[in-house]
């Protein structure tokens, strides 16, 4: 069974950083595009990066890019992404997910970044 | 403002048909395949639609996909309740070189 489990969420004051992990299985996660995906509370997905298989192309949205990094270390079947210099707007549910654009995307169960004083 | 614009609401009977627009550009739609999406309040999003028309092994019939230059839609025939929920379109752009969601569809079934 395909599971994506997110832990490293939490409450972080502004300007402080947070670092998400993804734990993969249940498939070869070497093979796969991994994506990061938000949701603000009440409002629609937001895509925030993406990582090629070996980690070799990433792609970010505008609003974090220089203060988000995304990493995959294949040998841990793991998805990270390290998030500095948060803001309020980065306030929302982060999922993992495999192959977001592809036939077989599979999304994890989310994790709450709250970036409040 | 998304990329990808959908209407914010949809609605239909049990039984009818309805159909979600996705209307995006030559850059992202118009030379990319279309993923759909939906979302039950507080659950993750589940694959519904990919490759513009494609349906994953446990989605029903009912559902279907189409493309048509820059647009795209998704039809529900055989309306159910079960089928209320969020649904959002998602592609490539190929001149910002980002993922690109709709900004969602809110199914009701009256």
């Known amino acids: 069974e395909v599971q994506l489990v997110e832990s490293g969420g939490g409450l972080v004051q502004p300007g402080g950083s947070l670092r998400l992990s993804c734990a993969a299985s249940g498939f070869t996660f070497s093979t796969y595009w991994m994506d990061w995906v938000r949701q603000a509370p009440g409002k629609g997905l937001e895509w925030v990066a993406n990582?090629?298989?070996?980690?070799?192309?990433?792609y970010y949205v505008d609003s974090v890019k220089g203060r988000f990094t995304i990493s995959r270390d294949n040998a841990k079947n793991s998805l990270y992404l390290q998030m500095n210099s948060l803001r309020a707007e980065d306030t929302a549910v982060y999922y993992c997910a495999r192959g977001l654009l592809g036939a077989a995307s599979h999304w994890g169960q989310g994790i709450l970044v709250t970036v409040s004083s | 403002q998304s990329v990808l614009t959908q209407p914010p609401s949809a609605s239909g009977t049990p039984g009818q048909r309805v159909t979600i627009s996705c209307s995006g550009s030559?850059?992202?739609?118009?030379?990319?395949?279309v993923n759909w999406y939906h979302q039950l309040p507080g659950t993750a999003p589940k694959l519904l639609i990919y490759s513009n028309n494609q349906r994953p092994s446990g989605v029903p019939d009912r559902f279907s996909g189409s493309k048509s230059g820059t647009s795209a839609s998704l039809a529900i025939s055989g309306l159910q309740s079960e089928d209320e929920s969020d649904y959002y379109c998602?592609?490539?752009?190929?001149?910002?070189?980002?993922?690109?969601f709709g900004g969602g569809t809110k199914l009701t079934v009256l």
């Open positions: 990582i090629k298989q070996d980690g070799s192309e990433k």
């Open positions: 030559s850059s992202n739609i118009g030379g990319n395949t």
């Open positions: 998602a592609t490539w752009d190929g001149s910002l070189n980002v993922v690109v």
